[in-house]
């Protein structure tokens, strides 16, 4: 094949159920656009183009788009809900109760024939109709590269998309978050680590390269799996430099406040509790001087939390929560916060901790995952379990605020932050690497 005739594919199938629900990005899908844009614009001479994916659960094979296609996805997905809202496609999830155990006894594929608002690619497909969004069947070719950078185990598409590509010649790789589902499988439901272990089980046979986002992942990775043989594995480092200019007003809520900001989706695992748990002490201790608490992201607290929540008085009332915020609502957030929090128990990467830095903030952190691994000398590390620690860590910022002019002075100094196109070279080396690993394998096997 000529040079200038490989493409790289790039899955993007979990976006379209993500982007129906929310307008905003947040994990996986904020990590998935921006780099994919970022592949775009610097695909550099090794692949010529660099074309996005998607497995359709009718046909069960993979779509792609005709001519221009979506354009930058970081433009595209934010807006997509507002779209469907403009065509009159609202997008409806499974209902709760009985109605949805009869759903979901229909097997997949028939069921979203039947009922294509339930899913997020069927639900865009109906959608792309309405407005002549062109797409035709996405064709591998040999030195042609897969990439699958999100949740490939959800669905269970990615093992046949996957194994279509080899078929053709075609290298396949894919981007690991965490492994939390099997390094940690308390944290949630055994069906979901189930789902996680056959997904990897059935994926990875297939990939000739692997990138993760941090060398603790790589490490849990090698330990709970089996990786194939002969595979690239490759460390990429996620960006986390800001992007947007600061010109969106703060939130009237945090008009004239002092507040700690905890950017996370509300689960268990990212231990909003620990946090309510300290403030309590600094209320009881210290009143009116106690900085306001801001949780920005979505979920459902789980019972206990919910519990603590309910007692407001308990901690002054201490608490402002976003569930929603778009992108340039957050930096305004961000630049007028005192100082950060990420009390998570357990992280792949902890970008949130990454972007504090990247934005100047003092960040207290939990010694968990990768999150140490970040910037150990920059961030405060503190035990997960100790909520009197944690209030001391901020009662010492409290009393001395030459302490923490300090602490940023070298943040700003010392850290270095990371943009995508940083991220994306990484990605890209790792890529290239595995077509020339494959495309040598299959001579030596020819």
């Known amino acids: 094949m000529l040079q200038n005739d490989r493409s790289l594919w790039i899955d993007i199938t979990e976006l379209f159920g993500q982007f129906a629900l929310s ?7 904020r990590v998935m656009i921006n780099l994919v844009d970022a592949l775009a614009a610097q695909h550099g001479s090794f692949f010529a183009k660099v074309q996005v994916l998607f497995w359709n659960p009718l046909t069960r094979m993979p779509l792609t788009f005709e001519g221009r296609g979506l354009g930058k996805l970081t433009e595209f997905f934010p807006a997509l809900r507002e779209r469907y809202s403009r065509s009159g496609c609202t997008f409806s999830p499974l209902p709760s109760g009985m109605k949805k155990g009869l759903i979901t006894s229909i097997p997949k594929p028939f069921r979203y024939r039947l009922f294509p608002h339930l899913n997020g690619v069927t639900h865009f497909l109906g959608w792309a109709r309405q407005v002549d969004l062109l797409m035709e069947p996405a064709q591998f070719a040999p030195e042609d590269c897969l990439f699958v950078p999100g949740s490939f185990w959800l669905d269970g598409y990615a093992a046949p998309l996957a194994k279509l590509a080899r078929a053709e010649g075609a290298s396949v790789a894919c981007f690991i978050h965490d492994v939390l589902l ?6 949630v439901a055994a069906r979901h680590v189930e789902q996680f272990r056959r997904g990897l089980e059935a994926f990875l046979p297939y990939c000739t390269a692997v990138a993760c986002n941090s060398a603790h992942t790589l490490a849990e990775l090698q330990r709970y799996t089996k990786l194939p043989p002969n595979v690239s594995i490759g460390v990429c480092r996620l960006a986390d430099r800001p992007q947007l ?3 969106a007003p703060l939130p009237e809520e ?10 996370s989706t509300m689960t268990p695992r990212k231990n909003h509790r620990l946090a309510i748990l300290a403030w309590q002490r600094l209320w009881r201790a210290h009143g009116e001087s106690t900085p306001w608490l801001v949780f920005v992201g979505s979920g459902v607290p789980d019972r206990e939390l919910a519990d603590l929540l309910a007692q407001q008085d308990t901690f002054g009332g201490r608490l402002i929560r976003f569930a929603n915020m778009d992108d340039a609502t957050l930096e305004a957030v961000y630049a007028n916060s005192w100082i950060t929090l990420y009390p998570s128990l357990g992280e792949g990467y902890g970008l949130p901790v990454a972007e504090a830095l990247a934005r100047g903030k003092a960040c207290l952190a939990m010694r968990s995952g990768a999150t ?30 030459r302490l923490l002019t300090g602490r940023e002075r070298s943040i700003r100094t010392q850290y270095r932050t990371t943009g995508w196109d940083e991220t994306a070279s990484m990605v890209r080396c790792l890529l290239e690497r595995a077509v020339v690993g494959c495309t040598q394998s299959g001579i030596e096997a020819g």
């Not at 307008?23 to 899908?29: A, Q």
């Open 254 to 263: 945090l008009a004239d406040k002092r507040y700690v900001l905890l950017v």
């Open 372 to 401: 140490s691994e970040i910037a150990p000398d920059l961030v405060d590390l503190i035990d997960s379990g100790d909520p009197e620690a944690l209030s001391k860590r901020i009662v010492s910022y409290l009393s001395n605020p």
């Open 245 to 247: 200019a600061l010109s």
């Open 23 to 29: 307008n905003h990005p947040t994990g996986v899908s």
């Open 182 to 187: 099997l390094s940690n499988p308390e944290w």
